[in-house]
Nanobody
Framework: VQLQASGGGLVQPGESLRLSCTVS????????MGWYRQAPGKQRELVAV?????????NYADSVKGRFTISRDNAKNTMYLQMNNLNPEDTAVYSC??????????WGKGTLVTVSS
């Protein structure tokens, strides 16, 4: 299983970006799939997750609620993170991850998002 994240870049505050994570491998028996981020000098944190095992419910970090939306396209084996109204505190390396039922967890290489004026 391989995950490839893309879509990062440099944007100004208030602008939007959409990240994509393409999965090469089985999309069956997934527990959850989500986006994480790690800012310089900080620990990695969960940004958003889709819990497949509970019917596709979504959860978001408080800091991104109302601004970010996680979604997936099964036909394209791709997960997305739509990020609106970005601010400098959103600057981080964003990574996607999949957890299969009973394990294991897979990670993709991150994509850098920089929000700066």
């Amino acid at each position: 299983v391989q995950l490839q994240a893309s879509g990062g870049g440099l944007v100004q505050p208030g602008e939007s970006l959409r990240l994509s994570c393409t999965v090469s491998g089985s999309i069956f028996n997934i527990n959850n799939m989500g986006w994480y981020r790690q800012a310089p000098g900080k620990q990695r944190e969960l940004v958003a997750v889709i819990v497949i095992a509970s019917g596709g419910s979504t959860n978001y970090a408080d800091s991104v609620k109302g601004r970010f939306t996680i979604s997936r396209d099964n036909a394209k084996n791709t997960m997305y993170l739509q990020m609106n109204n970005l601010n400098p505190e959103d600057t981080a390396v964003y990574s996607c991850s999949i957890l299969y039922l009973g394990g294991p967890r897979y990670w993709g290489k991150g994509t850098l998002v920089t929000v700066s004026s």
